[in-house]
């Protein structure tokens, strides 16, 4: 445990000595808290129906498919807990040591751990919205408390079923999120690469413009990406290095 320590120090002496620290988190950061990753080994792309639940095709003919399968994994956001990465990312940005974190996952869990300036650029449940008429919103408590209902969130207007403002396959991603993201990366002098293996874009594409700006990378996941070789420290297990900076973070104070 010694050496894995003084790796961790080093970490954070990194996340301490650092202008503009940016997290960049995937699915492997939610898995912690129970959360199935969609491409992991028990990964939800693997059940048979599963990519049908974000087409848009398909949720525009039958979007109660959507809203029955990814109830448990979206809609019970009160069951779930913020696993310690989401805690310490919380931490850290409200010590001023991270500046923002851009994320893959669409659980709001980074929301529920604390995090202020969460970056979705894969869209979010936290909002719902008709695809007919312009204006329409619903919250995420709102629609979920629908949903546990028994029933689908409706527009108030034309009575559609709702969308949530998650990307579904067949649509662009957010565009607001996506430039956000490039800029913090672009000016960040370091980028925490978290529990994502950088193999879709546009997390795959983000730690670039952080490293062609001369910043470093330092990645967590417990595969292998095609980054590793230019990360400045890479570790393998998220717990791990997670409740190491946690204690580091405590006894800092
Ligand atoms: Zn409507």
Redesign the pocket.
């Known amino acids: 445990m010694g050496a894995m320590n003084e790796e961790i120090e080093n970490l954070f002496g990194r996340i301490k000595k650092a202008r503009h620290c940016v997290a960049l988190t995937g699915a492997g950061v939610s898995t912690l808290s129970g959360i199935r990753d969609f491409r992991g080994k028990n990964g939800l792309y693997n059940d048979l129906d599963a990519e049908k639940i974000f087409d848009i095709d398909y949720f525009e003919e039958d979007p109660s498919f959507y809203y029955r399968a990814a109830r448990s994994f979206i809609y019970d956001l009160d069951e779930k807990e913020p696993s310690v990465v989401h805690l310490v990312l919380a931490a850290l940005e409200q010590r001023g040591l991270l500046k923002a974190l851009i994320t893959q996952n669409i659980d709001l869990l980074h929301q529920k751990g604390g995090s202020q300036r969460v970056i979705e650029v894969h869209g979010s449940p936290k909002v719902h919205y ?4 312009a204006g ?1 919103r619903m919250g995420f408590d709102e629609a979920a408390a629908i949903v546990h209902s028994g029933a689908l969130p409706r ?1 108030p ?4 079923v709702l969308k949530p403002a998650i990307t579904f396959f067949g649509e662009s991603l957010p565009a607001d999120a996506l430039r956000d993201a490039s800029d913090e990366a672009q000016n960040a002098d370091l980028m925490l690469v978290l529990g994502t293996s950088l193999t879709v874009n546009p997390a795959a594409s983000i730690p670039n413009y952080t490293l062609r700006n001369g910043g470093e990378v330092i990645i967590v996941n417990n595969m292998p990406t095609y980054l590793d070789s230019r990360a400045v420290q890479h570790f393998d297990d998220l717990g791990d290095v997670f409740e190491g900076l946690w204690d580091l973070l405590v006894d800092s104070e």
């Open positions: 008709c695809l007919r008429c329409v527009c207007r034309c009575n559609r």
